[in-house]
């Protein structure tokens, strides 16, 4: 029966099309294998969630080996939403990237481009389903070293720096993931994440696993693009080819957020001596200055790419101060941040690649007017910035109140009227796009512009159509973010 | 008549409809003027019917309800008529159908460029103005505040030019940054304390936070607010009026303002209630605040040259006013400054209206150009007296009853300072109104007469008209308002 393999599949399928797309060594059919695979990939992942919300948690033995001895996967409320999450946006890039990629890679390249999609989307979700720490180390390398290679592709010479950057940086990350899951095995004698949580439980003070959670927090943080371990994030999306940054800004940054709270939450939640490791009022801390100075950064950007990848640092801040609040209206609004960052940033993402495909430039000064020749993709831009904003209408409000009502209810007044103060900076950032792309008149680059193509458009419009109706409806992503956060909250898996 | 149980919400969603179809109608007749005109017409006088029909029904008591969408548990757009909205609506749409043919005349007369975008926005605008009106709950009011902010910003920076784009970064940082940074975590804590985000006479927050908590959270709902434009937050409306006239004439004198006081005012009478105001004397600061406004305002107005923006702080001091009248939470006040609302709305739009005409027919900008212009222009400068006669609150304008229940509530309270803030303000008023009309009028004509193109003469002379009729026959405003308190 297939639906019991439904777990396995969602990483063996895109695993198997990168094998495909890399025998096939052609442009088109590299494409079409990787749309293929995607499709096939969401369909799966969809079949999951609703297993998911009829039976409940999901245990998965790969090839039927008993945890302990084997790899065990694990799908429950929280990560069937990254799972679904990641699929589908990848389904949608798969669809945007064909006439992107042609015009930004070089043909004999193409095929490589997808097999490194396939590669790092196979990664993102091994990470999402595994129970298994090492596992998941694995699959976080996987995901890695493809997304180094995608930056790489960038026709931009200052991507091959851009990787360059990010493959040390990510390196040292993973290192100290795995130095904490070494910390961890040498303490609990497994790395079953659900066991190591049972097992915990009766070991007190241990210093070795205070060590452990600061070397995994650390090292998942670097991945994630906390402040101030940012410095990678801006110029890996500003010079990656325009379809791998919608990948990676929807996708890369969300699925580390998941290891996070997978660990502080279910792993060491409450076992380890909590008061030695101020972990919560530490993310607090940096959450806030990421919301502030990145965001503040983003303002003084000229490069439209550079805008979006320091915004995105600003609003990973409110996703972790979810995290970091750890009560079920906040964390519920964190989770809900991260699939409507995900879905708004991947409109911006697609709308800016679709006006580099036309115009030839992201750069904010050669862009006036572009709204006039280019009305569905700016709309597009203009809408995903207003979610990125917070205004009412469109997903991003709803997940930012909330947070406020999160932090109200934790007691903490003055944090909520930070959350708000700081999405005063987004008008700003979000208010000199709209303006130059509005209310200019149009340049020499908007003149010799004409609409994007409909395939670019129409992914664009379903991301940006999602953040206009998950603001106007948000019952159904609300619901399944609160599922989520009282199934982390609860304990052990 | 009978009220029809089905009929009033279907007359509620058509009162948002309407104008948002009117949008859709523009925007795809862009290329034929006279049809794009047409559609907005359309759009204004239906709407007013669909008003006027549920102003039937409230004036018998009905209070029309009607749930659009559960956005998120504990987050419900929702409409629910009362008479204070009721009021605000019936006021904004009769409006729009007059500034509809003040606008056809003044875009076609001064040949603005791109007016189908202007139509488009001032139609989201009306929209907005609706939902706003007829709100239910907190959450309603602000998502509509927001569009209307981020609606008439395109609005404001119509002319393109470096002066415009300034002037609509700081209407848009101002109005979207107060709400956001003010607003929606005032919305947020009085959710959290009371437990709803429902609007009810009488409040939700009795007992349920101490006195200063009380004054904070009012202070957050006041400033937050910006559009009520109380100092120091006033600065976008003078930069509001390089906006082509007609938008300084029905948003920026009725709608857009008139949100900023009418949520001030929701909020005193259905969120906090007059009585638990009274009791803890949280919006005793207020009366400080906004009387400070008022006279600081009057002074200013005073000083400036440009008519437009002598204007705009005349208005910054009579939203004061309304604001004032919330401080002082009782009955009384409510009345007055509901009546207000709608006196200050008819006058004002009067004033704006001459003043484009002057620009149309003359390009006069400037009170100092405007020697002899009442000679040339008798009709235009005919209406501007009426306005201003309204402005400083003298009979037979409608401007004198509002301001008489004000006061009224200020001695009633004997609070000296709002009574000493009123008499000033009244000769402050006069101060910087009456110049302008002897020079009008007393000084020697410079030309020939020659008045404006003849929509707009029509529309200022239409409002000047329901000023004077307002004082005459307040019969139905002042039961509206009067309803306010009474339930």
């Known amino acids: 029966m297939i639906a019991s393999h439904l777990p396995v599949l969602v990483i063996l399928i895109p695993l198997l ?39 409940g948690m999901i245990s998965y033995r790969i090839g039927g080996w008993a945890p302990e001895l084997g790899i065990e996967y694990r799908i429950d409320a929280f990560n069937v939403l990254i799972v679904v999450l990641v699929s589908v946006v990848a389904l949608l890039t798969m ?53 180094y290679t995608l930056i790489a592709l960038g026709r931009d010479r200052r991507a091959l720096v851009a990787a360059y950057q990010y493959l040390i940086v990510g390196t040292i990350g993973a290192t100290l993931y795995v130095i904490g899951v070494g910390l961890i095995y040498l303490s609990t004698g497994t790395l079953n994440l659900g066991l190591i949580a049972e097992r915990l439980a009766g070991i007190e003070g241990s210093r070795a696993l205070i060590v452990a959670e600061a070397f995994i927090a650390v090292g998942i943080c670097l991945k994630l693009a906390l402040f101030p371990l940012h410095a990678w994030l801006p110029n890996a999306y500003a010079y990656a080819p325009s379809s791998a940054a919608v990948l990676l800004a929807s996708t890369a940054t969300k699925v580390a957020i998941y290891l996070l709270a997978r660990f502080l939450f279910t792993v060491f939640g409450g076992h380890v001596d909590v008061g030695a490791l101020p972990i919560g009022a530490i ?30 640092v600003g609003q990973v801040g409110y996703i972790t101060l979810g995290l970091a609040l750890a009560n079920p209206t906040g964390l519920a609004g964190g989770l809900l941040h991260l699939v409507n960052h995900a879905l708004m940033k991947g409109a911006a993402f697609m709308a800016i690649g679709a006006i580099v495909l036309r115009a030839g430039t992201a750069k904010l000064d050669e862009l006036s007017g572009i709204g006039r020749t280019m009305p569905w993709t700016s709309a597009a831009l203009t809408v995903a910035g207003l979610g990125l904003i917070g205004v009412p209408g469109t997903s991003g409000f709803v997940s930012k109140y909330y947070l406020i009502l999160g932090a109200l209810e934790a007691g903490f007044g003055w944090l909520a009227i930070l959350i708000v103060a700081s999405s005063v900076i987004a008008v700003l950032y979000v208010g000199r796009i709209v303006e130059v792309v509005w209310f200019r008149e149009p340049a020499e680059a908007a003149r010799a512009s004409r609409e994007a193509p409909l395939e670019l458009l129409l992914p664009m419009w379903v991301l940006a159509g999602a953040t206009i109706w998950f603001g106007i409806d948000a019952e159904w992503p609300a619901g399944l973010a609160a599922a989520a956060a009282r199934q982390l909250l609860g304990g052990a898996p | 008549m009978t009220i029809l149980p089905l009929n009033d919400p279907a007359l509620l969603a058509l009162s948002l409809a309407l104008p948002a179809l009117a949008t859709l109608a523009i925007a795809w007749l862009g290329r034929w003027p006279n049809l794009r005109e047409a559609a907005t017409l359309v759009g204004a006088v239906l709407l007013f019917a669909v008003v006027m029909m549920l102003l039937a029904h409230v004036l018998q008591g009905a209070r029309p309800e009607l749930k659009l969408v559960a956005v998120a548990p504990g987050l419900t757009l929702a409409l629910k008529v009362d008479p204070l909205g009721m009021l605000f609506a019936g006021v904004a749409s009769t409006l729009w159908i007059v500034n509809s043919l003040y606008s056809i005349g003044y875009m076609r007369g001064n040949d603005e460029p791109r007016q189908t975008i202007f139509y488009a926005c001032f139609a989201i605008a009306i929209t907005a103005t609706m939902g706003l009106a007829f709100a239910g709950n907190l959450f309603t009011l602000f998502v509509f505040y927001e569009i209307l902010s981020l609606s008439t910003y395109p609005l404001v920076t119509h002319k393109q030019s470096p002066t415009a ?65 109380v100092m120091p937050l006033h600065r976008w409306l003078p930069a509001a009026m390089v906006a082509p006239t007609p938008v300084s004439a029905l948003l920026h004198a009725v709608a857009v303002v008139k949100a900023g006081v009418f949520t001030v005012l929701k909020v ?41 923006r002598r204007l705009a702080y005349s208005t910054i001091g009579q939203l004061s006013y309304i604001v ?76 004198f009853l509002g301001k008489w229940f004000i006061l009224d509530a200020a001695t009633g309270a004997t609070n000296w300072f709002a009574v000493g803030v009123i008499v000033v303000s009244t000769v402050l008023n006069a101060a910087y109104f009456l110049p302008i009309l002897t020079r009008a009028f007393l000084r020697p004509a410079k030309g020939p007469r020659r008045e404006a193109p003849l929509p707009m003469v029509i529309a200022l002379s239409a409002t000047a008209a329901g000023t004077v009729l307002l004082f005459l026959f307040p019969g139905v405003p002042y039961r509206l308002a009067s309803m306010i308190v009474g339930g």
């Open chain 1, 17 to 55: 099309g990168a094998v495909l797309a890399a025998l096939s060594r052609h442009g088109f059919a590299a494409w079409l294998i990787a749309l293929l695979a995607s499709a096939a990939m969401a369909a799966a992942s969809l079949a999951l969630l609703f297993r998911v919300q009829a039976e």
């Open chain 1, 95 to 147: 669809i945007y990237a064909r006439r992107s990629v042609l015009a930004e890679i070089i043909p004999e390249r193409i095929a490589w481009f997808y097999t490194m999609m396939l590669l790092c989307v196979a990664g993102l979700l091994g990470i999402a389903v595994t129970g298994d720490a090492f596992n998941a180390f694995v699959f976080l390398e996987i995901s890695s070293l493809a997304t």
């Open chain 1, 283 to 312: 993310l607090i801390v940096l959450s806030v200055a990421a919301m502030f100075i990145a965001s503040a950064a983003a303002v003084f950007q000229n490069d439209v790419k550079r805008i979006l990848a320091f915004s995105s």
């Open chain 2, 165 to 229: 784009m300034r002037a609509g970064r700081v209407y848009l940082l101002t109005l979207v940054g107060a709400s956001m940074v003010l607003l929606l975590p005032a919305i947020v804590w009085t959710g959290l304390v009371a437990g709803t985000l429902d609007f009810r006479v009488g409040g939700i927050l009795d007992g349920k936070l101490g006195a200063g908590a009380l004054a904070l959270l009012f202070a957050m709902f006041v400033f937050g607010a910006a559009k009520a434009a």
């Open chain 2, 268 to 308: 005193t009478v259905s969120v906090f209630g007059i009585e638990t105001l009274q009791t803890s004397g949280a919006s005793e600061w207020l009366v400080y605040v906004a009387g400070f406004t008022i006279v600081a305002a009057s002074v200013v107005a005073l000083r400036a040259d440009d008519l437009k």
């Open chain 2, 324 to 399: 004032l009248a919330a401080a002082l939470a009782s009955p009384v006040a409510v009345l007055g400054a509901a009546l207000h609302i709608a006196a200050h709305a008819v006058s004002k739009i009067t004033l704006f209206f001459a003043a484009g005409s002057v620009y149309t027919a003359e390009h006069v900008t400037k009170v100092s150009q405007m020697d002899g212009i009442g000679r040339r222009m008798p009709w235009t400068m005919g209406a501007f007296a009426i306005g201003a006669l309204s402005m400083i609150g003298l009979p037979p304008t409608a401007g």
